[in-house]
């Protein structure tokens, strides 16, 4: 079981990706060693500015956008897909994991997609490579941000893949790409956006033992490693013999942890991406001679100003196990945005050196890490962090299992506290160099890290979830001068443009739209230092709802005067919307009772005063003021029959008129 993972990719983060040309010189000996070509004395005048950082207590669901890519000549429809993922959403709230899929089948399903291979709706080893690293059925819900040379894109989701097979044998059931520590301390998400292989299974009826195939993927993918013993969990390797969908308090953990990284969740309605200092980057490969400089992905990520920036760099490969190697990883930060000042722009630079052989532990290799500071020549040491193996984890639908993953290549990973960089500017540059110490030979690579980003422009809308036909008002600010649009998912629903301050107020009718969950994005055509594409809401369209049935009505028909009587009311509504029972007792009071799930009995007491038939009038009310048709109830409280006691009196003291009067009543 993983113990202290390390999951930090940025699938959700601010993504960009530069080549590095070679104008930078190896650094093959330390940079302490090297002379800095200028130093900056104070840069403690840049203020990071703040930012929205998750907090699980503030919370709703985490959401996972979810797209789903169906093979070439995979054959199998849309309704089928969409009970995988409803059955997968349904387990995951079932096993306490507060986190679903975001779906519609309408919408997120790309058809015939290529496997960049043969096209035969079969998945190999070297396709999934290509598949994984791709943007292919990425959901895009994204924000930019330009300056005069660089754009970040950020992006979150999931991707699931739906084959014929998978690495050419039909006992495999699923795939996914997660890594792990030798001694499985550490594990890491696949950088850029995660995703899975499902085998489409031969029953339509087998939808739901997907939707547990799916979960299981998509833990793997968040960095749950191993599998579970029982056959209980929905960590259970073969998927035949799973008995439940339970997850354990660790795995649970994990999962939310990573899904911060991928998903989005809803504060006040509105959606926002749970973290914002992060990022991700590829480089080109096979440009060094060996694979363990050879740069190929990785990311940064940091929860927040304080917390730890956790590094991943992925080499193109794996580490030889039985050869020694001593190669250094030197990330150079320009923390200042200022490439006159360090090293060439490099103010601080992380230095993470491997010496030995794979896992680079005792006895048989070490790790050491520090952070170097270039105007001071100093350094602080770090607690070193590890070598993590990226896996293509692979599960079987029956007995007998066969080997669980396949390598795919090593990741260094190493976390200090973002602190130790000092003040930051919005931006900051960064220089990365692999290099083998025995032979002097590098690797270089250069991206960008958006740390403090400008507060971005934000809508607000009101209501959240309306009938077609319905008006929804909406207000934006810290908008650039110029033309926002407004658009549901793709379709565009109005142009504004915002006042001086950026601010504006429109509103809009919503269109006929399918039921469902949609995105509302307020775009801005401006380029510049802006968020473009900035704020993403939870929104609902509702069907045209149906008003209640008749209720029906169930108590005593008869009764009296001063007692009080239970009635029982039921009505269903269409739409399973919660309703409420306005009553008329006909004695002229009324009672309105609280709204109750549809088909729910709920019981009310009466007291009449009087002696005399009453007709109890009931309606049933659903949550939008629609009212149903009435159903009635008779209860009669009868009069009681006169004596005359005199008479009686009479009679018993004349008992020989007994005979008489019952000969009368006989007659």
């Known amino acids: 079981m993983i113990k202290n993972v390390f999951r930090k990719s940025l699938v959700i983060g601010i993504i960009v990706l530069f080549v590095g040309v070679s104008v930078v010189p190896s650094i093959s000996r330390d940079i302490g060693e090297l002379s800095s070509r200028s130093y900056k004395e104070d840069i403690g005048n840049i203020e990071p500015r703040q930012a929205f950082f998750y907090n699980p207590a503030e919370e709703e669901r985490i959401k996972i956008p979810l797209k789903v890519n169906v093979l070439e000549g995979v054959d199998i429809n849309a309704s089928t897909i969409d009970q995988v993922v409803t059955d997968a959403n349904e387990k995951l709230k079932k096993a306490g994991a507060n986190v679903s899929f975001v779906f519609d089948k309408g919408k997120d399903i790309n ?12 998945v190999s080893l070297d396709e999934m490579w290509n598949l994984n690293l791709g943007w292919w059925g990425l959901r895009h819900h994204f924000a930019i941000v330009s300056t005069a040379d660089i754009q970040y894109l950020s992006c979150t989701g999931y991707k699931v893949w739906f084959t014929n097979e998978i690495l050419n044998n039909p006992n495999i059931g699923g795939s996914s790409t997660t890594g792990e520590q030798e001694d499985d301390t550490i594990g890491l998400i696949m950088p850029q956006v995660p995703n899975a292989y499902l085998k489409k299974r031969d029953i339509i009826t087998c939808a739901k033992g997907m939707g547990a195939d799916l979960i299981h993927e998509f833990a793997h993918s968040m960095g749950v490693v191993n599998h579970s013993n029982y056959p209980s969990s929905v960590m259970y390797e073969v998927s035949s013999g799973r008995t439940g969908t339970s997850l354990s308090t660790d795995e649970i953990n994990t999962i939310l942890e990573g899904a911060l990284q991928t998903g989005v ?15 991700s980057w590829k480089d080109v490969t096979s440009d060094v001679s060996q694979n363990y400089i050879d740069l190929f992905i990785g990311s940064l990520f940091a929860e927040g100003p304080t917390a730890d920036l956790e590094v991943a760099i992925g080499i193109n490969g794996l ?7 001593k190669s250094r990883f030197q990330m150079g930060f320009d923390t200042d945005n200022n490439n006159s000042t360090g090293y060439y722009g490099s103010d601080k630079i992380l230095r993470i050196t491997l010496n030995g052989k794979y896992p680079f532990t005792s006895p048989n290799g070490s790790i ?5 500071d270039v105007a001071s020549q100093t350094s602080v040491p770090l607690s070193p962090g590890g070598v993590v193996r990226m896996q293509q984890i692979v599960d079987v639908v029956e007995e007998p299992p066969i080997p669980e993953a396949f390598d795919y290549f090593d990741s260094i990973v190493q976390s200090f506290p973002l602190p130790l960089l000092g003040p930051l500017a919005d931006t900051v540059p960064i220089n990365l160099w692999a290099t083998n110490l025995d032979t002097g030979e590098y690797d270089y690579t250069s991206f960008q890290f958006g740390f403090n980003l400008p507060p971005g422009a934000t809508i607000e809308m009101e209501p959240l979830e309306a009938l077609p036909g319905q008006k929804v008002n909406v207000n934006g600010t810290r908008f650039p001068v110029s033309t926002v649009t407004l658009l549901i998912d793709d379709t565009e629903i109005l142009q504004t443009t915002p006042l001086d301050n950026g601010s504006f107020s429109v509103s809009f009718t919503v269109p006929n ?14 380029r510049g230092d802006q968020i473009i594409n900035t704020t993403y809401f939870d929104f609902s369209i509702l069907t045209v709802p149906s008003p209640p049935n008749k209720p029906t009505i169930d108590g005593p028909k008869k009764g009296k005067p001063g007692t009080s009587y239970d009635f029982i009311f039921n009505a269903v509504d269409p739409d399973n919307d919660n309703v409420k029972y306005l009553i008329d007792w006909g004695d002229g009071t009324t009672d309105t009772t609280d709204f109750n799930p549809s088909g729910t009995n709920v019981k009310v007491s009466h007291t009449w005063s009087s002696r005399r038939t009453y007709i109890i009038r009931a309606n049933a009310e659903d949550v939008y003021g629609l009212i149903g048709p009435e159903a009635t109830f008779t209860v009669t409280m009868p009069r009681n029959r006169a004596i005359d006691i005199p008479f009686l009196n009479y009679l018993q003291t004349h008992p020989n008129l007994f005979p008489i009067l019952q000969k009368i009543i006989q007659r």
Do not use: C, E
């Not at 058809?111 to 079969?122: A, F, H, L, P, Y």
């Not at 580490?319 to 190697?325: D, G, I, R, S």
């Open 111 to 122: 058809w015939n997609v290529s496997d960049t291979g043969n096209d035969d709706g079969k």
């Open 368 to 372: 050491i890490a520090n952070l170097y």
């Open 265 to 279: 969740a809803k504060k006040n309605g509105r959606i926002i991406r749970v973290n914002t200092k992060q990022t």
């Open 513 to 526: 739209l399918a039921s469902g969950w949609y995105f509302v994005t307020a775009m801005s055509d401006a």
């Open 319 to 325: 580490h030889p196990n039985a050869t020694n190697v």
